[in-house]
């Protein structure tokens, strides 16, 4: 194959950008005859910087892969056997006896097991996910303190919970942990997770800054935090042959792409919780032959796509430029096709009024770019 070629992307200081297509904006022009002058900067490490207009701006990180021998994958979401499910089931009871099965087959197949200590299995072949969780995961609520609309992970984590260490926790046996489970679910991960200590202290700070924090799903009243709650949030990316599948999500009229990863909580009890998402079969696969379109075509596609929307883009800043997989819906239920695309992640700062006060939150989207022919997805 044609393999992705890093010197290409390196770009120049100033890069005076055709917004090509054939789309007419309200001003009767064209692609074309818009011209866009775009002052781009990039580090050692390949990351962007760059201004489109007066309300988008670019500081991403950026990740392409070395080396990769990129494919088409024809693939189709996981059905999960009656013989995986009780391999699963066994590695996770620990010894804990079945209290509850309860299954559903057709368009929305599940199956969900509640051993006798109050955990829960999961298998939803729908959207092949997978879910365990245990009792305490559950009365803790560690998802809400971690996660944030539209993100696996909230943004300002490592503000809200700055540690690296937990006292008398290790983090590397709580990876560890994570490991061996998705060895067992026959998941392909990324060498290197991502990890965040939820001690006490930072988490008490959350729980006493809202109530959403203080009181269960149901409204009774949440305990204050101890250092026997104290966890490791663990997020993994997924990848096909090494390369990462993305993280991101798409929605086209009653199509969708879901995003591919792994989320476990990890305490002095052991593994709490463990979320994965979008996960893939193989039936067939094709290598890549066509040379990628680079950096400097991918912000002049994001110039273009913003040259008209300075009015209604204020505060949006694009944080990570991602070349990897994306699952491309098909017609065929439950089919995708895997194939390379430049993943752009936005995030959108919103200000709104709740009780009389200012509250500033962010909004994430992605735009998912054709690494070959450069047609856009979402955005």
Request: proline content about 2%; overall charge negative; aromatic content about 10%.
């Amino acid at each position: 194959m044609v393999a992705y070629k890093k010197g290409m992307a390196v770009l120049c200081s100033v890069l005076s950008v055709t917004c090509m297509g054939c789309s007419l904006f309200p001003d009767g022009k064209t692609y074309q005859e818009g011209q866009v002058e775009v002052e781009t900067q990039t580090d050692a490490k390949g990351n962007v910087s760059a201004r489109l207009n007066d309300g988008v701006s670019v500081d991403a990180k950026t990740y392409v892969p070395e080396h990769a021998q990129w494919k088409n994958y024809t693939v189709h979401f996981r059905d999960w056997t009656e013989e995986q499910i009780a391999s699963v089931q066994d590695y996770f009871a620990n010894g804990k006896s079945v209290a509850d099965v309860k299954k559903s087959t057709g368009d929305k197949a599940y199956t969900n097991i509640t051993f006798s200590d109050g955990a829960s299995l999961s298998f939803m072949n729908t959207s092949s996910s997978f879910g365990y969780s245990t009792k305490k995961d559950t009365e803790r609520q560690y998802d809400s303190y971690i996660r944030a609309s539209g993100e696996a992970i909230r943004g300002d984590i490592q503000e809200v919970f700055p540690l690296q260490e937990i006292e008398g926790l290790s983090r590397t046996q709580a990876v560890q942990t994570v490991k061996d489970a998705c060895d067992k679910l026959n998941i392909h991960l990324e060498d290197t997770p991502e990890v965040y200590a939820i001690d006490a202290q930072h988490a008490q700070k959350l729980y006493e800054s809202d109530e959403l924090y203080r009181v269960d799903k149901q409204g009774d009243p949440n305990p204050a935090w101890t250092t026997e709650d104290e966890a490791y949030a663990v997020y993994y990316r997924v990848v096909q042959d090494g390369v990462r599948i993305t993280n991101g999500s798409y929605q086209i009229d009653t199509k969708h792409g879901e995003a591919s990863y792994v989320l476990a909580i990890v305490g002095r009890d052991g593994l709490l919780s463990l979320r994965a998402r979008a996960m893939y079969d193989v039936t067939a696969q094709s290598d890549v032959t066509e040379d990628f379109c680079t950096m400097s075509d991918v912000m002049k596609i994001l110039a273009a796509r913003y040259y008209y929307t300075q009015g209604n883009t204020a505060g949006t800043q694009i944080q990570e430029i991602s070349l990897e997989y994306a699952p491309i819906y098909t017609d065929t239920k439950n089919e995708y096709t895997l194939k390379p695309y430049w993943v752009c992640k936005l995030c959108k700062e919103i200000r709104t009024i709740k009780d009389g006060q200012e509250i500033t939150y962010s909004k994430i989207k992605n735009i998912f770019i054709d690494a070959v022919n450069q047609t856009v997805l979402g955005g």
